[in-house]
Protein backbone atom coordinates (compact mmCIF):
# COMPACT_ATOMS: atom_id res chain seq x y z
CA UNK A 1 0.00 0.00 0.00
CA UNK A 2 1.05 3.54 -1.26
CA UNK A 3 0.40 6.66 0.57
CA UNK A 4 1.51 10.23 -0.98
CA UNK A 5 1.73 13.65 0.53
CA UNK A 6 2.22 17.29 -0.71
CA UNK A 7 4.60 19.27 1.00
CA UNK A 8 4.21 22.93 0.29
CA UNK A 9 6.87 25.12 1.57
CA UNK A 10 7.42 28.93 0.36
CA UNK A 11 9.67 27.92 -1.74
CA UNK A 12 7.44 25.60 -3.64
CA UNK A 13 5.73 22.21 -3.26
CA UNK A 14 7.35 18.49 -3.75
CA UNK A 15 5.43 15.08 -3.40
CA UNK A 16 6.59 12.22 -1.00
CA UNK A 17 5.82 8.57 -1.56
CA UNK A 18 5.57 7.02 1.24
CA UNK A 19 6.73 3.08 2.03
CA UNK A 20 4.09 1.68 4.21
CA UNK A 21 5.16 -2.05 3.27
CA UNK A 22 8.88 -0.90 4.39
CA UNK A 23 8.27 1.13 7.15
CA UNK A 24 4.81 0.63 8.46
CA UNK A 25 4.83 2.29 11.67
CA UNK A 26 6.88 5.41 10.53
CA UNK A 27 4.40 6.05 8.02
CA UNK A 28 1.65 5.73 10.45
CA UNK A 29 3.67 7.90 13.09
CA UNK A 30 4.11 10.63 9.48
CA UNK A 31 0.48 10.45 8.91
CA UNK A 32 -0.75 11.76 12.20
CA UNK A 33 1.42 14.43 12.47
CA UNK A 34 -0.02 15.21 9.19
CA UNK A 35 -3.36 14.33 9.88
CA UNK A 36 -3.16 16.79 13.12
CA UNK A 37 -1.59 19.63 10.75
CA UNK A 38 0.93 19.17 13.06
CA UNK A 39 3.87 20.62 10.21
CA UNK A 40 1.42 23.49 8.78
CA UNK A 41 3.47 26.28 9.92
CA UNK A 42 6.93 24.39 10.54
CA UNK A 43 10.31 25.42 9.17
CA UNK A 44 12.90 23.56 7.67
CA UNK A 45 15.55 24.80 10.67
CA UNK A 46 18.60 22.97 9.47
CA UNK A 47 19.89 23.35 6.12
CA UNK A 48 23.46 21.53 4.64
CA UNK A 49 23.71 21.51 1.11
CA UNK A 50 26.07 18.55 0.90
CA UNK A 51 24.12 16.58 3.07
CA UNK A 52 20.08 17.05 3.73
CA UNK A 53 17.12 19.33 4.58
CA UNK A 54 15.76 18.87 8.33
CA UNK A 55 11.83 20.10 9.08
CA UNK A 56 8.96 19.64 11.17
CA UNK A 57 10.14 20.43 14.71
CA UNK A 58 10.02 24.20 15.06
CA UNK A 59 8.16 27.01 13.80
CA UNK A 60 8.89 30.20 12.29
CA UNK A 61 10.17 31.70 15.98
CA UNK A 62 12.22 28.33 16.61
CA UNK A 63 9.57 27.56 19.19
CA UNK A 64 9.49 23.66 19.14
CA UNK A 65 6.08 21.98 18.63
CA UNK A 66 5.05 19.09 21.18
CA UNK A 67 5.04 15.46 20.09
CA UNK A 68 3.88 12.67 20.61
CA UNK A 69 5.64 9.19 21.93
CA UNK A 70 8.84 8.43 19.50
CA UNK A 71 8.44 5.56 17.37
CA UNK A 72 10.48 2.19 16.87
CA UNK A 73 13.40 2.43 14.56
CA UNK A 74 12.74 0.58 11.36
CA UNK A 75 15.62 1.72 9.56
CA UNK A 76 16.29 -2.56 9.11
CA UNK A 77 13.99 -2.62 6.48
CA UNK A 78 16.71 -2.70 3.53
CA UNK A 79 15.70 0.83 2.62
CA UNK A 80 19.28 3.20 1.76
CA UNK A 81 19.60 6.93 2.82
CA UNK A 82 20.19 7.84 -0.85
CA UNK A 83 19.44 11.42 -2.67
CA UNK A 84 15.62 12.18 -2.92
CA UNK A 85 14.75 9.94 0.13
CA UNK A 86 13.03 11.09 3.03
CA UNK A 87 14.11 9.39 6.80
CA UNK A 88 13.18 10.42 10.45
CA UNK A 89 15.51 12.48 12.18
CA UNK A 90 16.02 11.30 15.79
CA UNK A 91 18.93 11.89 18.66
CA UNK A 92 21.34 9.51 19.48
CA UNK A 93 18.89 7.05 21.23
CA UNK A 94 17.91 5.36 17.94
CA UNK A 95 14.77 4.63 18.77
CA UNK A 96 13.61 8.60 19.81
CA UNK A 97 12.16 9.45 16.37
CA UNK A 98 8.97 11.15 16.87
CA UNK A 99 8.12 14.30 14.56
CA UNK A 100 11.36 15.98 12.74
CA UNK A 101 11.95 14.52 9.45
CA UNK A 102 14.50 15.09 6.63
CA UNK A 103 15.59 14.69 2.90
CA UNK A 104 18.83 13.42 1.73
CA UNK A 105 19.96 15.59 -0.87
CA UNK A 106 22.93 13.56 -1.45
CA UNK A 107 23.59 9.62 -0.94
CA UNK A 108 24.23 8.77 2.63
CA UNK A 109 25.35 5.47 3.10
CA UNK A 110 27.02 6.18 7.15
CA UNK A 111 23.02 6.76 7.75
CA UNK A 112 21.87 3.05 7.14
CA UNK A 113 21.07 0.40 9.15
CA UNK A 114 24.36 -1.65 9.89
CA UNK A 115 23.50 -3.47 12.75
CA UNK A 116 21.13 -3.20 16.31
CA UNK A 117 23.68 -2.12 18.21
CA UNK A 118 23.51 1.68 19.36
CA UNK A 119 25.97 3.31 16.16
CA UNK A 120 24.86 1.04 14.04
CA UNK A 121 20.75 1.66 13.71
CA UNK A 122 20.47 4.02 11.52
CA UNK A 123 18.00 6.35 10.39
CA UNK A 124 14.65 5.06 9.36
CA UNK A 125 14.05 5.47 5.79
CA UNK A 126 10.09 5.66 4.73
CA UNK A 127 9.65 7.57 1.91
CA UNK A 128 10.77 9.11 -1.62
CA UNK A 129 10.39 12.71 -3.44
CA UNK A 130 8.74 11.80 -6.55
CA UNK A 131 7.81 14.92 -8.07
CA UNK A 132 9.38 18.36 -7.08
CA UNK A 133 13.17 17.25 -6.20
CA UNK A 134 13.73 20.37 -7.70
CA UNK A 135 11.94 22.37 -4.79
CA UNK A 136 14.39 20.45 -2.03
CA UNK A 137 17.62 21.41 -4.02
CA UNK A 138 16.48 25.40 -3.98
CA UNK A 139 15.58 24.87 -0.20
CA UNK A 140 19.60 22.74 -0.10
CA UNK A 141 21.17 26.08 -1.25
CA UNK A 142 19.58 28.71 0.66
CA UNK A 143 21.97 30.88 2.97
CA UNK A 144 22.47 29.76 6.61
CA UNK A 145 24.11 30.56 9.80
CA UNK A 146 23.45 31.27 13.36
CA UNK A 147 19.54 31.39 14.18
CA UNK A 148 17.67 30.69 16.84
CA UNK A 149 18.51 27.63 19.31
CA UNK A 150 21.04 26.87 16.23
CA UNK A 151 24.66 28.05 15.99
CA UNK A 152 24.74 27.04 12.89
CA UNK A 153 23.00 25.62 9.48
CA UNK A 154 19.78 27.25 9.68
CA UNK A 155 18.57 28.99 6.99
CA UNK A 156 18.57 32.98 6.95
CA UNK A 157 15.64 33.56 5.75
CA UNK A 158 13.02 30.89 7.41
CA UNK A 159 11.62 28.27 5.05
CA UNK A 160 8.34 27.99 6.12
CA UNK A 161 6.41 24.08 5.67
CA UNK A 162 2.88 25.82 4.91
CA UNK A 163 1.24 22.27 4.97
CA UNK A 164 1.63 18.38 4.33
CA UNK A 165 -1.51 16.99 3.52
CA UNK A 166 -1.88 14.01 1.78
CA UNK A 167 -2.39 13.85 -2.45
Do not use: C
Not at 1 to 26: C, H, N, Y
Not at 133 to 139: H, K, N
Amino acid sequence: MSDTVIVETATGSFRIELDRKSAPKTVENFLRYVDAKHYDGTIFHRVISTFMVQGGGFDAGYEKRAVSAPVENEANNGLRNVRGTVAMARTGDPHSATAQFFVNVVDNAFLDHKDKSQAGWGYTVFGRVTDGMEVVDAIKGVATGAQGPFGKDAPLTPIVIRSIRRA
